[in-house]
């Protein structure tokens, strides 16, 4: 039996093992999924001692997605992009190194949630790894402007300097957007689900007529910024279950070259949705 798991510090909250799960059941692939704590200073000794038990693939999550690219010899396009990894396949002599996260939101967006980014206004709150690997598969999907605002302007201005070639990307501050309206507003930061909305930080109603609230973070409860995002008008709102569902999906393809259904895996975890 094939061996995967999700890696990170902490990991007992992860979700990844019963999707990994079910997605192997639909698709009648022959592997078992667990959850790895690595020591915060012990991801490359607890990586090796995966593979050496027979480890093919993993998922990797908060704080060592800089790590796992450090270490894979061979990296896709859209982990170089985003300098981060969520994937890594044990390629026979060396690991291969693949960023999911960014094409998972997309396919959230367009498949699932029916939202046209050609041509839309698009504002990213927080300029951190998550917001580095979003950045690459949103400019691909020709919105009219991209904007991020990050509470440490410096890193949102990188940010933008990093992918201006890919298409409209600025970097401005809360009193520059002055008025400017959103189809889609993504928060990307790490306010998580306990954390205080930056309420100074962050514009008044940014949210367009029909505007969508997406929050990188997902709960069973309304999280902070969708609370937020509500009081400012925003007319439509959703989690980031659906990303985590389909970034699962697409590590899945790189692992076992098949692709599992997600609607079934969404209904399962958010039963009545
Ligand atoms: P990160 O690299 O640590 O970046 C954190 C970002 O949040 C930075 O821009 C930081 O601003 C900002 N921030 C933190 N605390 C803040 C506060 N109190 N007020 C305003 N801004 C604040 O984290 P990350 O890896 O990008 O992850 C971001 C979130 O995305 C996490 O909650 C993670 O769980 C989530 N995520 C979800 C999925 C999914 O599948 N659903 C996938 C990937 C990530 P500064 O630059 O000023 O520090």
């Given amino acids: ?148 605002l990050n509470r440490t302007e410096r890193r949102a201005a990188e940010l933008a300097a990093a992918f201006m070639q890919h298409g409209p990307v600025t970097a401005l501050s809360a009193a520059q957007l002055n008025g400017r309206r959103f189809h889609l507003v993504i928060n990307a930061t790490s306010i998580g689900i306990n954390g205080d909305v930056p309420e100074s930080l962050w514009p008044r109603r940014p949210f367009a007529p029909g505007g969508l609230a997406y929050d990188l973070v997902y709960a069973d409860v309304p999280t902070p910024f969708l609370r937020w995002a509500s009081k400012q008008s925003a007319e439509r709102m959703a989690d980031g279950l659906g990303m985590l569902i389909e970034q699962a999906a697409e590590s899945f393809v790189v692992w076992r070259g098949v692709r599992p259904e997600t609607q079934p895996v969404f209904a399962m975890l958010r039963p009545g949705s």
């Fill in 1 to 148: 039996m094939d061996r995967y798991a999700v890696i990170g510090n902490p990991v007992a909250h992860s979700k990844s093992p019963l999707i990994h799960e079910a997605f192997a059941r639909a698709t009648g692939q022959r592997m078992s999924y667990e959850r790895l704590l690595a020591p915060r200073d012990g991801f490359v000794a607890t990586v090796e001692r995966f593979v050496a038990e027979g480890g093919r693939g993993l998922n990797v999550t908060v704080p060592f997605k800089l790590e796992a690219y450090a270490l894979a010899k061979e990296k896709s396009s859209r982990a170089d992009e985003a300098q981060a990894c969520n994937t890594l396949a044990w390629r026979g002599d060396h690991w291969y190194a693949d960023n999911t996260d960014g094409v998972g939101l997309m396919r959230d967006l367009t498949h699932n949630l029916h939202e046209p980014l050609a041509g839309r206004d698009v504002l990213v709150l927080g300029a951190g790894g998550a917001a580095r690997g979003v950045m690459g598969p949103l400019l691909a999907k020709t919105p009219r402007s991209v904007v991020v």
